[in-house]
Nanobody, 124 residues
Framework: QVQLVESGGGLVQSGVSLRLSCAAS????????MGWFRQAPGKEREFVAAITWSGGVTYYGDSVKGRFTISRDNAKNTVYLQMNSLKPEDTAVYYC?????????????????WGQGTQVTVSS
Protein backbone atom coordinates (compact mmCIF):
# COMPACT_ATOMS: atom_id res chain seq x y z
CA GLN A 1 0.00 0.00 0.00
CA VAL A 2 1.39 3.35 -1.04
CA GLN A 3 1.43 5.97 1.69
CA LEU A 4 2.64 9.54 1.96
CA VAL A 5 2.88 10.75 5.53
CA GLU A 6 3.46 14.42 6.31
CA SER A 7 4.90 15.68 9.58
CA GLY A 8 6.29 18.86 11.08
CA GLY A 9 3.24 21.07 11.17
CA GLY A 10 2.19 23.05 14.19
CA LEU A 11 1.17 26.36 15.72
CA VAL A 12 3.81 29.06 15.37
CA GLN A 13 4.11 32.81 15.53
CA SER A 14 4.55 35.01 12.52
CA GLY A 15 8.12 35.27 11.28
CA VAL A 16 9.40 31.93 12.44
CA SER A 17 10.32 28.86 10.43
CA LEU A 18 8.97 25.34 10.09
CA ARG A 19 10.18 22.34 8.18
CA LEU A 20 7.67 19.86 6.85
CA SER A 21 8.63 16.33 5.89
CA CYS A 22 6.83 13.80 3.72
CA ALA A 23 7.88 10.19 3.93
CA ALA A 24 6.75 7.81 1.22
CA SER A 25 6.32 4.09 1.65
CA UNK A 26 5.01 1.24 -0.43
CA UNK A 27 6.94 2.25 -3.53
CA UNK A 28 9.78 4.49 -4.52
CA UNK A 29 9.11 7.87 -6.10
CA UNK A 30 12.68 8.59 -7.18
CA UNK A 31 11.50 8.85 -10.80
CA UNK A 32 8.58 11.13 -10.04
CA UNK A 33 8.23 14.79 -9.35
CA MET A 34 6.95 15.62 -5.88
CA GLY A 35 4.85 18.55 -4.79
CA TRP A 36 3.42 20.42 -1.85
CA PHE A 37 -0.04 21.96 -1.85
CA ARG A 38 -2.07 23.68 0.82
CA GLN A 39 -5.71 24.33 1.53
CA ALA A 40 -7.11 26.95 3.85
CA PRO A 41 -10.70 26.76 5.15
CA GLY A 42 -13.18 27.75 2.49
CA LYS A 43 -10.53 27.97 -0.21
CA GLU A 44 -9.39 25.77 -3.07
CA ARG A 45 -6.28 23.66 -2.82
CA GLU A 46 -3.32 25.84 -3.80
CA PHE A 47 -0.02 24.87 -5.37
CA VAL A 48 2.94 25.64 -3.11
CA ALA A 49 6.04 24.01 -4.57
CA ALA A 50 7.27 21.15 -6.73
CA ILE A 51 10.55 19.44 -7.44
CA THR A 52 11.62 17.26 -10.35
CA TRP A 53 12.60 13.63 -9.91
CA SER A 54 16.30 14.44 -9.60
CA GLY A 55 15.84 17.50 -7.46
CA GLY A 56 17.55 19.62 -10.07
CA VAL A 57 14.64 21.92 -10.76
CA THR A 58 12.19 23.47 -8.34
CA TYR A 59 9.10 25.57 -8.88
CA TYR A 60 7.14 27.73 -6.45
CA GLY A 61 3.82 29.43 -6.17
CA ASP A 62 4.02 33.22 -6.21
CA SER A 63 2.82 33.56 -2.62
CA VAL A 64 5.75 31.54 -1.21
CA LYS A 65 8.54 32.33 -3.64
CA GLY A 66 11.67 33.45 -1.80
CA ARG A 67 10.42 32.15 1.56
CA PHE A 68 9.88 28.42 1.03
CA THR A 69 12.32 25.82 -0.24
CA ILE A 70 11.46 22.33 -1.44
CA SER A 71 14.04 19.55 -1.43
CA ARG A 72 14.14 15.79 -1.58
CA ASP A 73 16.25 12.85 -0.49
CA ASN A 74 15.57 9.96 -2.86
CA ALA A 75 17.61 7.58 -0.73
CA LYS A 76 15.13 8.19 2.08
CA ASN A 77 12.09 8.48 -0.23
CA THR A 78 11.36 11.77 1.53
CA VAL A 79 10.56 15.29 0.42
CA TYR A 80 10.86 18.41 2.55
CA LEU A 81 9.42 21.90 2.65
CA GLN A 82 11.42 24.48 4.52
CA MET A 83 9.16 27.40 5.35
CA ASN A 84 10.77 30.65 6.49
CA SER A 85 9.30 34.01 7.45
CA LEU A 86 5.89 32.48 7.99
CA LYS A 87 2.86 34.74 7.76
CA PRO A 88 -0.69 34.32 9.06
CA GLU A 89 -1.86 33.86 5.46
CA ASP A 90 0.28 30.70 5.28
CA THR A 91 -2.16 29.05 7.67
CA ALA A 92 -3.55 25.94 5.98
CA VAL A 93 -3.43 22.19 5.82
CA TYR A 94 -0.33 21.24 3.85
CA TYR A 95 -0.41 18.20 1.60
CA CYS A 96 2.41 16.26 0.03
CA UNK A 97 1.78 14.68 -3.37
CA UNK A 98 3.61 12.36 -5.73
CA UNK A 99 3.50 13.33 -9.37
CA UNK A 100 2.75 11.06 -12.29
CA UNK A 101 5.76 12.29 -14.28
CA UNK A 102 9.43 13.18 -13.70
CA UNK A 103 8.78 16.82 -14.56
CA UNK A 104 6.91 19.15 -12.23
CA UNK A 105 3.41 20.50 -12.68
CA UNK A 106 1.36 22.88 -10.57
CA UNK A 107 -2.00 21.30 -11.27
CA UNK A 108 -3.45 18.79 -8.82
CA UNK A 109 -4.54 16.49 -11.65
CA UNK A 110 -0.90 15.55 -12.31
CA UNK A 111 -0.51 14.00 -8.87
CA UNK A 112 -1.99 10.58 -8.12
CA UNK A 113 -0.83 10.01 -4.56
CA TRP A 114 -1.60 12.34 -1.66
CA GLY A 115 -0.82 12.44 2.02
CA GLN A 116 -3.39 13.09 4.71
CA GLY A 117 -2.10 16.59 5.37
CA THR A 118 -0.51 18.41 8.29
CA GLN A 119 -1.91 21.57 9.85
CA VAL A 120 0.18 24.72 9.90
CA THR A 121 -1.20 27.63 11.87
CA VAL A 122 0.62 30.96 11.99
CA SER A 123 -0.51 33.48 14.56
CA SER A 124 0.09 37.21 14.23
Amino acid sequence: QVQLVESGGGLVQSGVSLRLSCAASGRTFSSNAMGWFRQAPGKEREFVAAITWSGGVTYYGDSVKGRFTISRDNAKNTVYLQMNSLKPEDTAVYYCAAGDYPAYYSGTSYYSYWGQGTQVTVSS
